[in-house]
């Protein structure tokens, strides 16, 4: 168990309204990820953070938005959510404290979101 | 629990049998993979990973193999368990940093009893 919490674990909300995942680690590894998984696609990465306050976008980040104002806590904000938004959601973090973020990602266990 | 894929082709294996599990990756500069199983409704775990200087790498009952020739990965299970029933996926990554992963869609695993 890597330490890694995420919620809500499941939420089902409406086109338009705002929606943010929090991801909670007590690791306290320096880098954090978001990813989306759906079907017929392998995991994607949307926004990730190399410390606090400090981020950079992934490969599908158009729609998110993320904030890490602590080293425990990476948050994923859907401002005005649609349904290609529909997903499950993963947090991941990598590294140590102080070393690089290389070697294997340690995953949570997913937020279901579904956008109707 | 979350579904990983609904139409992700699927191995079906006796129990007790050998399993193998093909990933084909993209990119010819990646040198770093990991191999992940996906249970239903949890989040990937790592079973093993193996870097581009090697072509082999044995685990606990998990062997991977790297063919950098032909950009293949496969991994093998021995003794196949129905704990080991999940979606197994491929990481390739390049230079070994986090944001760099590129992920395969994954392979169901279905162990018959």
């Known amino acids: 168990d890597a330490g890694i919490t995420q919620s809500p674990r499941h939420k089902v909300t409406e086109t338009g309204t705002p929606v943010t995942l929090r991801c909670h680690q007590t690791?306290?590894?320096?880098?954090m990820y978001w990813y989306r998984q759906d079907p017929g696609h392998g995991l994607r990465l949307i926004h990730y953070?190399?410390?606090?306050?400090?981020?950079d976008k992934g490969e599908v980040s158009d729609g998110y938005s993320v904030s890490r104002s602590k080293t425990e806590d990476f948050l994923l904000t859907l401002e005005s959510a649609t349904s290609s938004q529909t997903s499950v959601y993963f947090c991941?973090?990598?590294?140590?404290?102080?070393?690089?973020?290389?070697?294997?990602?340690?995953f949570g266990e997913g937020s279901r979101l579904t956008v109707l | 629990g979350e579904s990983v894929g609904l139409h992700l082709p699927t191995l079906s294996v006796q129990e007790g049998d050998n399993s193998i599990i093909n990933c084909a990756y993209s990119?010819?500069?990646?040198?770093?993979f990991i191999w992940y199983k996906q249970e239903s409704g949890k989040g990937p775990q790592f079973i093993i990973d193996?870097?581009?200087?090697?072509d082999k790498r044995q685990g606990q009952r998990v062997t991977v193999l790297l063919n950098k020739t032909v950009k293949h990965l496969s991994l093998q299970i021995a003794a196949t368990q129905p704990g080991d029933s999940a979606v197994y996926f491929c990481?390739?990554?390049?230079?070994?940093?986090?944001?760099?992963?590129?992920f395969g869609p994954g392979t169901r695993l279905s162990v018959l009893p």
């Open positions: 991941a973090i990598s590294g140590g404290s102080s070393m690089p973020n290389t070697g294997e990602l340690f």
């Open positions: 690791e306290n590894h320096r880098y």
């Open positions: 953070s190399y410390g606090v306050k400090d981020t």
């Open positions: 990119n010819s500069a990646s040198d770093y």
């Open positions: 193996i870097r581009s200087n090697m």
């Open positions: 990481a390739e990554n390049i230079g070994d940093y986090g944001q760099n992963f590129v």
